[in-house]
């Protein structure tokens, strides 16, 4: 089974700290996506990538910036961290090919900034 | 732009009733639309997708769906609910390139004895 893992189950952070969010998959797939879910608001797109060192901007990529240095790990980086930023984020990958968008998610990172 | 929208937030419903769960899209082309579940303090699994074909879609655990192009919609159902369905549903449309998927707001279930 595809693994997606995700460094921290919680993470608790002061305003104006710098935060990151580490995901890792085990199955070579080319695209990793960053979610956030807040209730109501369901999942919205942060930023993906399709490739090492390429990324795309998704719905709602202000205050946030993503990292892919090697193929299976993508970071999510909050540069200031503020308390609009509390949330659920959720790492996801897929193989790539178009047809093959089932996505395969991690556990999550809970995110309380203080 | 691609969306999804589920229009109930909560539903309740007994043990043994039927269900289903709205979802409508919209999106240019031939969409490709799931079905996610996310049971408390667990990660997303998918239930079922639909790519093309049969209009009428079986996934796991009992449910099903179905794409109506004329409606814009891919309604999730299942003819006899389980407590251990309690959880939150979420449908999915996916938006072109890189293999996107564009996200409802997702909708409560929860199940009465």
């Known amino acids: 089974d595809v693994k997606v893992t995700q460094s921290s189950r919680y993470l608790v952070k002061r305003t104006g700290e710098k935060v990151f969010l580490e995901c890792v998959q085990d199955m070579d797939h080319e695209n990793m996506f960053w979610y956030r879910q807040d209730p109501g608001l369901g999942l919205r797109l942060i930023y993906f990538?399709?490739?090492?060192?390429?990324?795309e901007k998704g719905d709602i990529p202000e205050g946030y910036s993503v990292s892919r240095e090697k193929k299976e790990r993508f970071s999510l980086i909050l540069e200031s961290a503020s308390t609009n930023q509390t949330s659920m984020y959720l790492c996801a990958s897929n193989p790539g090919d178009r047809g093959n968008e089932k996505l395969f998610f991690g556990s999550g990172t809970q995110l309380s900034v203080l | 732009a691609q969306s999804v929208t589920q229009p109930d937030i909560h539903i309740t419903v007994s043990e043994g009733a039927s269900l289903e769960l709205r979802c409508n899209y919209s999106?240019?082309?031939?969409?490709?639309l799931f079905w996610y579940v996310q049971s408390p303090g667990q990660g997303l699994q998918l239930l079922l997708k639909?790519?093309?074909?049969?209009?009428l879609v079986q996934g796991i655990k009992g449910f099903e769906a179905e794409f109506k192009r004329s409606q814009s919609s891919f309604n999730l159902r299942k003819p006899s609910v389980h407590w251990s369905d309690a959880a939150e549903y979420f449908c999915a449309v996916g938006a072109g390139g890189y293999n996107k998927l564009i996200f409802g707001a997702g909708t409560r279930l929860a199940v009465h004895p």
């Open positions: 639909y790519f093309s074909g049969d209009t």
């Open positions: 999106y240019g082309a031939t969409p490709y």
């Open positions: 990538s399709y490739d090492v060192k390429m990324k």
